[in-house]
Structures are given as C-alpha cells and as structure tokens.
C-alpha cells in the first residue's frame, strides 16, 4: 500500500490508511536491514518501544520471523524505558510485557536484550543509567530507532520540558502520561510516579528514527510536532532536526495536518464536492457567519479566492452547502416504512446508548425491530467494590428465599478473600471477570428496557479477542467474525449500526469495528447487503462537513437517552476508564456533543433543534 506523502510538514510524514499496512511498511523496512545486516555478519541494533502502537509491528515481525525465516539471532536491542520501580516479572512491566509480545516469538539471545531495569536500589538508578548508555556505545549505537508518541508529545518518557540534550535518567511522570496510563493499572492512583527513559539526545543519535502514530486522539500532538517549529514542550518535535527521521501515521493521526484540515492552503487543489463542503463550511465557522451570509470578501481574506473564482460567487457557494447540509437531518432514520429488522453493534455494553441512544430511542417509536449486539462483556471496567456489592446481593439473596446456599458461600469466600489481597492492577480472578460480566450485562438490558428494547432483541456476543482479563487484547479470531456473520445471515438486518470513533484508549472499538467490516465484505460476497451507519461516542464528534445524517432530537428524547446511560451503574460518578483528559461522567459528554452539534447546525442556519446525533456511511476502501 503506497502512503500518502504530507507535503506541508516540517520532517518526512507518511500516511497510510490503517495502522496495519503502517506497521507491515516499518517491518518491511526493519526485516530488510536485518537481512543485510546478516549477510555481512554484522549485528543490528534496534531501538524498541512499549504500548499499544508498536503491537501490529511486532506482530508482524514475529510472523516474518515464523513464516519467512526472518533471522534475530544477530539483533540487539535496547527499550527505551521502563517504570520505576517495577518489578521484573510484574504484569506492568515492560520488561515482561516485551517477552511476553516479541522476544518469547522470536530467535533473539537473551544477552542481547537491553531494558532499563526498574528493580535498582533508587542511590543505584543514575550509575544504571550510566551503564545503559554505555552499552549503547558498545554495540555500535542504534540502526533503527522505533518510537510511539504521548499526548504531552513526550518520546520515550521525555515529558514537556526535557531538554535536546537529556540523556537516560529517571524521570518524574506528567500527570497526563499517568492518566493515559490509568487503564494499564486499573486506576491512576496505582500507576508508578517515576520511570527510567532514554533521554532525548540518545533517541537523536539513532541513525534512523521512525515514530509510528494511530488514532484520532494522537491527532492533535502529532500536528504540532511536525508542523510547529521544535520546543521543549513537544519533545517529539525535536526529531524535525535528525537526518534520518520519518513519521508514520495512519488517516486517524493525521486528521488534524494541514493536508486535510486546509489542503487549499498547502497548493492547488480539485474543488470535488466534498471539499467545497468542507472549505465552506470551515470558513462560516472561522468567521462566525451562517452559510447564506457569507460574502466574496470573506473568501478572498481567507485563501480561498480559487474557490470563488471557479464556484462562486459566495451566494451561490453559500446556497449549495446550506442545501447539501439541510438534506443530512432525517427525521426518519430507518425511513417511513415500519417494521424493518435494525442491527446495533456496541464494542462495550453501553456504547450503543452513549453514543446513540436517541436515534435507537426513535427507531423503536417509528415501529422498527431493533435489536442491540453487545460485543465484549466490558467486564475489566468494574470496580472491585461492585463485584463485592453485587457477591453479598447474591448471598443474601439466596439466603432469604432459602436457595443454593453453601455454594453461594463458597463463591463470595473466594471472591472476598482474592480482593482483600489483591495488588494494585493485578489481573482479576475467573470468579471475578464472571461477576463483573454479568454486572455489565444485566445493566445493559436495563438501559435497553430503557430505550424500548426488550431482553430477547440483545446479543451479548462475548468476542474471543477481549476474553484477556487485562488491558491488552488479542488479535480478531476468525470465529469472532464467523459469529458475525451467522448474526446478519439470522437476523437479515435492514441497517447496522457501527462504532467508528477509533480513539477510544482501549482499542476495543478499532478492532470491533474490523470484525464487522470484514464481515460485512463476506456477506456481501454473497449477496447480503445492508447500509452500514457509523457513529461516534465519548471521545469524539464526526466533523460537521462530513455528517451525512443528523437526527433530531427533543428535549424529552434526550432525557430518556440519559436516563439509559444512568442505568449503566457501574460506570456512572466516576468510570474505570473515562479515557482522555475530559473528567466530565458519560452522560455529561454525550449530552454536550449532542446539543453542540444541533447548535452548529443552528449556527449555519439550518433549522434549530434542541440536540442532534450525528452519522456517517461506512464507505469500503
């Protein structure tokens, strides 16, 4: 897959349209110089990095590595970070999370495997870091320097403010770094304050350094670092000054580049439709105008005199989005014909009425069927208190009405004891996941209840790739998208309804979203076909050139979605993962990206409503 070059960036930018072929493309480039490498019997020396970035990557080196005999008995390594203190063998460490996602795969000796080591006594951390560097230098330094990228913009570990010449020492974590961490841990209280991290000056002596970013969350500090001039604040943005340095994006990440957010102002440009919607429509926002009040003027001061020249006047342009805008609210999501079978899926049991709660709530008043598939059992987002709750429920329970007592007993004995000693993000127990699962699910079928939806319309698929018990997640089974199948070949849906928000801190909704998608593929092959609707949720809005549908909703619609949302107790005050830096609850976000949605459209002016939900098609590449 050839990637789209950013032409307005400060240092080489590639962009591919999924993190996959981004990550085949790295392993490309890595397994070729592994390969030279060994034919001249000289070792290579490789930068490595942790999280959920470099997973496809590594992923795919272990399948080079399997498959086409890829060679890693002369690689030598060396992390860039680790928490501090941690454990070698602790579930969060890096160290462990490195074998345990590459080096177990691969045939790569042990002695040539390079991690700061978070066990070190704290007077011992700074000779550590000493003889870390050194080793560095011993082997020659660093062929290919593998990095991902925080929020804060840091590399490694080098939060905002660490300086170009810092070199591998112990750093204090920013609180924003710990909060992105918080999922890792179950909770930000228990991530480590400190960490071990190459410093900024030994990432830049990397004879090439590549920097891979995904999702629409990292959006935003990955336009600053390629597109501003270097500070200390974006520590990536120091890489515009290494010689070799590339980043590597997927569409997500770099939704915010000059390329897509203003391509008219990168150079000349084919005004296709789309575009002149987006263009328009940036410009109304920009100058606070409503789209038929927009004058020649505004375009001319705003770099967008071709547009004028070629598609105006403004009047006309102002007409033709207003009409193209005023076509995407639909009153009647399913359309005027009742009784049409509507598939929802929700990658956790409540993202369905999160992120569109008032158009399921519309679907049922209009007559249609619609059922709710529930992919995963979202069950690592309880807390343990719930699980404790809902234990002694049940024992009281059967105790009152005289059931299964002594094995109900036994179970809350287990449960008890296991959380009473249970270590900060120690993975939960086989009794506890179950408990936790079914808290998610009996309050998923509340919230349904809540939309109209009664319990024989649900699906609680219970996808093999989330059954980890952990943060970290499986690659898709095959029979995750068999089970699929088998529900659109059952149910014959005349929609579906899809998560497309990639940014959720999980990846949980990316990768349901490719089970579906490739789903839908099979199903079509075989001439089952369906409109695939994709919304977004918690984290992020569709951009207001780009909704093709928008459904009104009331005031009193509204309330009922929040109270549906407010069903969903175990993630109501306070969520395990709220993901990013809003601490607004669920509900809050939701009602808030509704009505500001319906307050754009009242800006354009378009017909005022109280609150809109917005979609868009699910187009195949």
């Not at 008032?358 to 208190?385: C, P, S, W």
């Amino acid at each position: 897959m050839n990637p789209t070059v950013a032409p307005s960036t400060r240092m080489p930018t590639l962009i591919f349209p999924t993190s996959t072929d981004a990550a085949r493309h790295v392993a490309t480039l890595m397994a070729k110089m592994i390969r030279e490498n060994n034919a001249s019997g000289v070792p290579t020396v490789l930068g490595l990095a942790t999280g959920s970035t470099p997973v496809g990557l590594y992923r795919e080196l272990i399948r080079m590595h399997k498959e086409e005999n890829l060679d890693f008995s002369r690689v030598v390594t060396f992390n860039l970070d680790e928490y501090f203190p941690m454990p070698k063998d602790d579930s969060h460490s890096y160290n462990r999370w490195m074998q345990e996602t590459l080096f177990s795969h691969i045939n790569i000796k042990p002695e040539n495997v390079h991690i700061p080591d978070g066990t070190v006594k704290p007077g011992a951390v700074a000779d550590h870091c000493e003889r870390y560097e050194e080793a560095i230098r011993k082997a020659g330094g660093i062929d290919i320097q593998i990095l991902g990228i925080g929020r804060t913009g840091h590399i490694g570990f080098n939060e905002p403010g660490s300086p170009k010449t810092a070199r591998t020492r112990l750093v204090t974590l920013d609180p924003v770094t710990k909060r992105d961490a918080a999922s890792g841990f179950f909770g930000e209280e228990n991530v480590p304050q400190q960490a071990i991290t190459m410093g900024t000056a030994t990432i830049l002596e990397a004879r090439k350094v590549i920097l891979m970013a995904f999702g629409e969350h990292k959006a935003p500090t990955v336009q600053k670092a390629v597109e501003n001039p270097p500070s200390e604040s974006i520590a990536a943005s120091f890489l515009q000054e290494h010689s070799d340095s590339t980043f590597i994006l997927d569409a997500a990440a770099a939704s915010d580049l000059t390329l897509y957010r203003r391509p008219w102002e990168i150079g000349p440009v084919v005004w296709k439709p789309e575009l002149i919607r987006q263009a328009v429509i940036w410009l109304s926002l920009k100058v606070h105008k409503g789209l038929l009040k927009l004058s020649d003027n505004d375009f001319r001061e705003h770099h967008l005199y071709e547009l004028l020249r070629e598609h105006g006047p403004a009047e006309n342009l102002g007409y033709r989005v207003f009409q193209d805008r005023f076509q995407t609210i639909i009153n009647h999501p399913a359309g005027n014909d009742p009784k049409r079978t509507i598939l929802v899926f929700s990658p956790h049991p409540d993202d369905d009425v999160i992120s569109m709660g008032g158009t399921i709530i519309r679907l049922v008043e209009q007559g249609h069927k619609v059922h709710i598939a529930y992919m995963t059992n979202g069950n690592i987002a309880v807390f343990d208190h719930d699980a404790l709750r809902f234990t002694d429920f049940v024992e009281s329970f059967h105790r009152i009405f005289q059931l299964d007592q002594q094995n109900t007993s036994e179970v809350k004995k287990r449960v008890t004891e296991f959380l009473k000693n249970k270590k900060p993000g120690q993975p939960d127990t086989d009794d506890v996941l179950k408990i936790k699962a079914l808290i998610r699910e009996t309050e998923a079928r509340a919230a349904a209840l809540a939309c109209g939806i009664p319990p024989e319309q649900l699906e609680f698929m219970d996808l093999r790739f989330y059954r980890t018990g952990t943060i970290a997640k499986n690659p898709i089974h095959p029979q995750d998208i068999t089970d699929i199948v088998n529900l659109f070949e059952r149910l014959k849906p005349y929609q579906i309804y899809v998560a497309g928000e990639l940014s959720d801190p999980h990846g949980t909704h990316r990768l349901c979203a490719e089970a579906i998608y490739e789903a839908v593929r099979r199903v079509r092959a075989k001439k089952q076909d369906f409109d695939v609707w994709l919304y977004r949720g918690a984290w992020e809005e569709w951009e207001p050139h780009q909704i093709e549908m928008a459904v009104p909703l009331s005031s009193d619609v509204l309330d009922r979605k929040k109270e549906a949302i407010f069903r969903h107790q175990s993630q109501k005050d306070r969520a395990m993962f709220p993901g990013s830096a809003d601490k607004r609850e669920f509900w809050q976000r939701a009602e808030w990206r509704n009505t500001q949605t319906a307050q754009l459209y009242d800006q354009f002016g378009l017909p005022e409503y109280y609150a809109m939900e917005a979609f868009v098609r699910w187009k195949d590449a």
